[in-house]
């Protein structure tokens, strides 16, 4: 880094502007209104501040010191994005941003915030480590880094469609009619819906506001009876998708939601929030008219998470496409990874095209991929949630991993798999590892469980043949994926912080990892469908399970049987065995071939 950094200028001019507003600091997190994970443009305010592009982060801004908060997927991309003498980096785990304004705040400091990127959980948090410094947390009416960010995108502004109940599985209006009945049962008047899959979800609508989430940012106020309001731009909407979502819902313009809260506090409305979820702004408006907050889940969570019947049927289609795509592009990389001119870019477009010539072979089409292809060879393939750029751009080169983490959106499913593939002849070293993986894979797929299990208790299956030998990785091992919708979808999840229980229709990922920092990574992921609670002979209870959704070889070159029970080899020998039979009728007769290869028994 230079002083010729933009992000140094930011810095020193956002210090300034807290100068003039008689602030000591401002807390900028990776966040819009609607508390997203993955941003539009206009709301990217953490990555023209500091040059950190991930999709979780927080910075924290006092006037002598500095701190970008990252989780373990980001370490080495923190450090190659963001100068260490503008911003410390800084563990988000191990040293929250809680505890680092503890050591770091003043008596008498007043530290800033957005209230509307801010959720009350985490301003619970930051006002008790403040009150015990004897600082004070300050909400801004007006954000100071939207003030010095001058060329600052528009909002914006993707046109809505509408998704039929024929790939839904249900009608918008026998949603909202569950949705009340919960709210009913909650002694709930009202809830506010904020992010926009749970929109989506409820008026069987599909966006285009976010790359690669088919989505439309808006607002819902949903009632105990009666319409719902949907607070949405209307220049999103043709006329034909307005009439019909009128017929569900009041529309509004996003302008008049702070109104509608207040009024909502003038009736003396007792109104669910999802505190985790949902801008503070929003809880404040209500009570300050006069409503009654209660905590809650989102009512549309669990719903949205439990798969019915046509949206599995749209899944496993999806997954047939997308896997012939992936053993499409498997076989090409096969046939050229060797030669030493195939880059990481290359890859990627390749793979995406694939994706795209493969569903429109299928009678559908690809309408987006569900995230940026990670295309990582070598040292990239160690960094978590690495991007590919021509900056970064490697070739895949003899006697090294490759790893490849995509997905695809397309109306009928969302997918998302990861590869690693040996390039050459792995050694040993790799070959002990990717089979260490494999058998945490093998472990939490495989797995049998009780009613009640949650995501917590299923991830140290994952990371026991790691743990065995002093290794581990620093992510959770699977999350939610939605029906068309966000490619990370709560509330599962299986990781060390998954409290939600398992329930039949959820589908999640299965991705433990390793990583090998300046050398190379391995990620085996495959989506995974949780099943009824069906008996198991001898036993005394029925138990939930999972059915792999995924259809794609692992890479038999890296696989140590010997490291393998008897057990794991039918399982690996049971699960390529599904492949040609699926797959084989939207392949050439070369790349079944090389599918037949790749899945031959390890037994």
Not at 172 to 201: F, H, N, P, T, Y
Not at 298 to 306: C, G, I, M, T
Request: glycine share 8%; net charge negative; hydrophobic share 45%.
């Amino acid at each position: 880094m230079t002083d010729s950094d933009p992000h140094r200028d930011r810095l020193a001019r956002l210090r300034a502007e807290l100068a003039r507003e008689g602030l000591s600091g401002f807390i900028v997190p990776h966040a819009d209104e609607h508390q997203s994970e993955y941003l539009p443009a206009s709301a990217e305010r953490l990555a023209w501040l500091t040059g950190f592009t991930g999709s979780a982060g927080t910075a924290i801004v006092l006037a002598t010191r500095a701190a970008v908060f990252v989780d373990g997927r980001y370490t080495l991309q923190v450090a190659s994005e963001v100068d260490a003498d503008l911003f410390a980096h800084v563990h988000l785990v191990e040293t929250p941003p809680s505890q680092w304004l503890k050591a770091n705040a003043a008596s008498g400091d007043r530290i800033g915030y957005d209230p509307w990127l801010m959720t009350a959980a985490e301003i619970r948090r930051l006002e008790a480590a403040c009150a015990a410094v004897g600082a004070e947390l300050v909400a801004v009416a007006a954000n100071p880094v939207d003030r010095i960010w001058t060329d600052r995108p528009a909002p914006p502004t993707g046109a809505v469609s509408l998704h039929p109940v024929a790939l839904a599985g249900e009608a918008a209006e026998d949603k909202i009619a569950r949705l009340q009945a919960l709210l009913a049962e909650g002694k709930a008047d009202a809830a506010v819906l904020g992010q926009a899959d749970s929109i989506a979800w409820t008026f069987n609508l599909r966006g285009a506001d976010i790359a690669h989430n088919p989505v439309a940012l808006a607002w819902a106020i949903l009632p105990r009876s009666g319409k719902p309001t949907l607070f949405i731009d209307g220049r999103k909407l043709s006329n034909t998708v307005r009439d019909a979502l009128s017929a569900l819902a009041d529309i509004s313009e996003p302008a008049r939601l702070d109104d509608a809260l207040a009024g909502l506090g003038r009736d003396n409305a007792t109104v669910l929030i999802e505190p985790r979820a949902t801008a503070i702004a929003v809880a404040n408006a209500i009570s300050a008219a006069g409503g009654t907050v209660i905590d809650g889940a989102d009512p549309v969570s669990l719903p949205k998470a439990r798969k019915n019947a046509t949206e599995i049927a749209g899944s496993h289609s999806a997954h047939v496409r997308d896997g012939a795509a992936m053993v499409r592009f498997l076989a090409w990389l096969d046939a050229g990874a060797a030669s030493g001119t195939v880059d990481e870019l290359a890859a990627a477009d390749r793979l995406a095209a694939f994706r795209a010539e493969t569903a429109k072979a299928d009678g559908s089409e690809l309408v987006d991929l569900s995230f940026d292809t990670i295309s990582g060879a070598g040292p990239n393939g160690a960094i978590v949630h690495y991007r590919v750029s021509p900056a970064t751009n490697r070739r895949l080169e003899s006697r090294s991993l490759y790893l490849v983490d995509s997905g695809a959106q397309y109306r009928d499913g969302t997918t998302d798999i990861t590869r690693t593939v040996a390039i050459g002849t792995p050694d040993a070293e790799m070959r002990d590892r990717f089979t260490r993986v494999l058998k945490g894979h093998i472990a939490v797929a495989s797995a049998r469980f009780p009613a009640g299990t949650t995501g917590v208790m299923l991830d140290a299956y994952a990371r026991r043949p790691l743990w065995e030998v002093g290794l581990d990785f620093d992510h959770g091992t699977g999350h939610g994926i939605g029906a068309f919708l966000s490619v990370h979808e709560g509330p599962a999840s299986i990781s060390k912080r998954g409290d939600v229980p398992f329930e039949p229709g959820m589908i999640l990922s299965d991705e433990p990892g390793y990583y090998k920092t300046g050398a190379w990574g391995i990620r085996i992921e495959n989506l995974i469908l949780v099943t009824p609670p069906a008996a198991i002979p001898g036993g005394e209870r029925p138990m939930l399970g999972f059915e792999t959704l995924t259809l794609c070889p692992i890479d038999r070159r890296l696989i140590d049987t010997a490291l393998l029970t008897p057990a794991e080899i039918a399982w690996v020998d049971a699960y390529h065995a599904r492949l040609s039979p699926e797959l084989g009728h939207l392949l050439a007769d070369d790349e079944q071939t090389w599918l037949a290869e790749a899945t031959r028994p390890l037994a």
